[in-house]
């Protein structure tokens, strides 16, 4: 069997990175239009694996807040055609597994901060990749570990910011923070510091 066929037979390790293919209706597009990730895959949402005792959880940002989702419940949010969960599973490479310990006790202490829907870094607030990067840069010692960019709302397919997007924030009463310093699952996916072991299910435009 390949490591990356998908099957459920894979022992995760505290600290693993969860990819999941959310299905969130409009906003997941507007997510998915301009942020490729691994292999090409639709990335809507990441999480933080932790093992306590003989129960498995997942450390995540999702609305309304941070918190502690057990993985059946994680894995269960979204499935493929055949009833597996649309996730895969990213791993420190082991010259940064040292940093796993604090990157949990980082995150743990944010449990029940809200969810940050304004899609902006630096407040008392957390979307999910912004939980990640937040845990991993306290860990290494305030140092960047997966760097934030500069945001882009712009459909890969058109040229122009997503209509969703627009949309999005319309609701909110604001301008599109464009250019402004923020992450993606999608964009942690691709980096070199973690390796992709393991898919569960298939997710959507995932290229073998």
């Not at 990335?43 to 941070?66: L, M, N, R, W």
């Not at 940093?99 to 809200?114: F, Y």
């Amino acid at each position: 069997m390949s490591y990356l066929e998908p099957s459920y037979d894979f022992s995760l390790d505290d600290g693993d990175l969860l990819f999941q293919d959310l299905a969130c209706r409009f906003l997941c597009e507007a997510i998915e239009s301009v942020t490729p990730g691994y292999r090409n895959a639709d990335i809507t949402h990441i999480g933080i694996y932790e093992k306590v005792g003989s129960q498995d959880f997942v450390i995540e940002a999702i609305p309304p807040e941070v918190t502690v989702t057990p993985l059946a419940e994680f894995l269960s949010r979204s499935k493929d055609d055949f009833e597996r969960p649309s996730v895969f599973v990213g791993r420190l490479r082991d010259e940064y597994r040292r940093l796993i310990p604090a990157v949990i006790e980082k995150a743990l202490e944010l449990k029940g901060l809200p969810y940050d829907r304004f899609y902006l870094s630096g407040e008392d607030a957390y979307y999910c990749s912004e939980l990640v990067v937040d845990a991993f840069r306290h860990a290494n010692d305030d140092e960047d570990f997966f760097p934030e960019q500069p945001m882009s709302f712009i459909d890969r397919n058109t040229g122009e910011i997503h209509e969703n997007w627009e949309r999005y924030y319309n609701r909110l009463g604001m301008e599109i923070p464009v250019g402004e310093l923020g992450s993606s699952p999608g964009e942690i996916s691709l980096s070199p510091k973690i390796e992709i072991l393991h898919r569960y299910g298939f997710l959507t435009h995932w290229e073998e």
